[in-house]
């Protein structure tokens, strides 16, 4: 990229990253909408996790064809079209009506969510991909770049967690949807006006067959990342609200209110510590003196460290028995520990899909890769809803440990150029 082009594309970076904060904090700030919402009104662990399903396999398959699309037509159009579907799943999500018999309930949130999982994976891709583009090059630029969007994303996301419940807890469900909806239409207008120049404009002879990589090193990254992402899911999405739910509310409307509170702001805590260290990564691992090699070992060491704190957990909570207030301090320090270290290694993964990838290739890379995140997070929140039925938070912590050690395994397998 010459000199004369930099401030432009580099503008565009900015208005890209700054639109994708915005998309996610009404991301979080929906998921744990819908989540407490729809956990009040009766419920399962296993319907909830359902609520998600749509959201995750939407993913899977949008982050396939966001990467060809965004070859095919380029980076703003994939941004566009997420920040526009999700104001419309918002919308949708609003006109729920409460007379619907439950499992009614459950299809129609399912498809909603479904569009918002779309919608997110768009946004994503593009913001990811500029990074590629446009990142400084040398004394770990790439790895800086990526680490301070994806831990700002988490961070925003976190602090989404936190707004959601307190929007529910003020406003009441409708109302939260709606107010969310506006702000988002507004920003994709000034998104839509002002976007500067700078970005590529796609290239028509891009195929979709091309998505699908031959490259061994992002074939096996995209597994480890499967397992780790369905290692967090697991415990997070159904398996520590619903637990948190149990001990912290009494059942009336006063305890559902401050349990609401209590459980968004953990979920905003955890996220945002796990963003702030995910934006740190390259300076808690010296990555600018580092080669490319030594990140690869490190990627996997940082998966046996993360495995330790889910195993240990799951024993503790088992011989524990029942909840009480020192297993529940135990929990929350647990899993902040556990946030740290899922983050190092969420990070080194994140700037090796891109040190792997070429700049002709790069949106369908990454789009294969959060591909498998994507499927990862499926297999979490199956297996959230499920394991928390059967066994509680006990066996999804164990099942956390398991999906690391397959994580481990796939980074193991990495090698340097």
Known sequence: MSAAARPEGLAAYITVTAAYWAFMLTDGALRMLVLLHFHTLGFSPVQLAYLFLLYEVAGIVTNLSAGWIAARFGLT?????????QVLALLALATLDPGWSLWASVIYVMAVQGASGVAKDLAKMSAKSAVKL?????EG???RWVALLTGSKNAVKGAGFLLGAVLLAVLGFVPAILSMA???ALILLAVLLKMPAGLPQGRKGAKFREVFSKDRNINRLSAARLFLFGARDVWFVVGIPIYFYA???????????????????FMAVWTILYGAVQAAAPRLLGAAKRPEAE????ARRWAGFLFVVPAVLAVLIWSVGAPGAGLTAAIVIGLLVFGAIFAVNSSLHSYLILAFSTSGRVTMDVGFYYMA?????LLGT??????????GLSLCLATAALLIALSWVGAGRLRSA
Do not use: C, H, K, W
Request: without cysteine.
């Open 77 to 85: 159009s994939t941004l566009y079209a997420g920040l526009g579907i």
């Open 141 to 143: 630029g790439l790895f």
């Open 382 to 391: 199956l297996l959230s809803g499920l394991s928390y039925q059967l066994g």
């Open 134 to 138: 446009l990142a400084p090059s040398g």
């Open 295 to 298: 990140l690869i070992r490190e």
């Open 182 to 184: 506006a702000v988002l």
């Open 247 to 265: 001990v912290l509310s009494d059942g009336s409307e006063e305890g559902n209110r401050a349990a609401f509170f209590m459980i968004g702001t």
């Open 373 to 377: 995140n994507a499927a990862g997070r």
